[in-house]
T-cell receptor, first 116, second 116 residues
Framework: SAVISQKPSRDICQRGTSLTIQCQVD?????MFWYRQQPGQSLTLIAT?????????ESGFVIDKFPISRPNLTFSTLTVSNMSPEDSSIYLC?????????????FGSGTRLTVV | GNSVTQMEGPVTLSEEAFLTINCTYT??????LFWYVQYPGEGLQLLLK?????DKGSNKGFEATYRKETTSFHLEKGSVQVSDSAVYFC???????????????FGRGTSLIVHP
């Protein structure tokens, strides 16, 4: 299955600033997913990023706050804009581990964001 | 809609104890079921999976059996080690005829702490 390199691994940011998180996959994948994991909570899907089209955002997440780029089949970025302390979370990217529902998903190692 | 319910944690055990983490699900069709593990400071890793009723997934001494009659997928291990300390997530994925994304549904995670 694919290997994902995600960076930065962690950051401490001032409120009002923006942070861009990058995920590089070692193979071409059609779909990439971005998740937020708040402390002690499960994963919440932010958006699905497909190459060559606009990302599809889940309820409660908007493009102005979480713009996503997907310039090719191996790379994507998620920006957390105009940050507030409530944005402190772990952010994870993910891709399908194979073709079809039975293969599960591969995850990046996560970006631990603290907003002060 | 689909949902996954896991037992609340943390689960605290002594080394070599028997582990059970309960997971039940609701789904509209016939999902594939997964357990993921998240070690401290890392992303999620696929631990095991089962794709149809009565299948048993196994890996690293962990097992889970897909029980359609009870809609359950409980995780078990006969003798836990300190290195098993992590957060465990139960998840399901269901395919859609439209060819849309197989976005998984995650439980909220169960923290396991194993003492020497």
């Amino acid at each position: 299955s694919a290997v994902i390199s995600q960076k930065p691994s962690r950051d401490i940011c001032q409120r009002g600033t923006s942070l861009t998180i990058q995920c590089q996959v070692d193979s071409q994948v059609t779909m990439m997913f971005w998740y937020r994991q708040q402390p002690g909570q499960s994963l919440t899907l932010i958006a699905t990023a497909n190459q060559g089209s606009e990302a599809t955002y889940e309820s409660g997440f908007v493009i102005d706050k979480f713009p996503i780029s997907r310039p090719n089949l191996t790379f994507s970025t998620l920006t957390v804009s105009n940050m507030s302390p409530e944005d402190s979370s772990i952010y994870l990217c993910s891709v399908p581990a194979g073709q079809g529902v039975n293969y599960g998903y591969t995850f990046g190692s996560g970006t631990r964001l603290t907003v002060v | 809609g689909n949902s996954v319910t896991q037992m609340e944690g943390p689960v605290t055990l002594s080394e070599e104890a028997f582990l059970t983490i309960n997971c039940t699900y609701t789904a509209t069709g016939y999902p594939s079921l997964f357990w993921y593990v998240q070690y401290p400071g890392e992303g999620l890793q696929l631990l095991l999976k089962a794709t149809k009723a009565d299948d048993k997934g196994s890996n690293k001494g962990f097992e889970a059996t897909y029980r359609k009659e009870t809609t359950s997928f409980h995780l078990e291990k006969g003798s836990v080690q300190v290195s098993d300390s992590a957060v465990y997530f139960c998840a399901l994925s269901e395919g859609f005829a439209s060819g849309g994304s197989y976005i998984p549904t995650f439980g909220r995670g169960t923290s396991l702490i194993v003492h020497p």
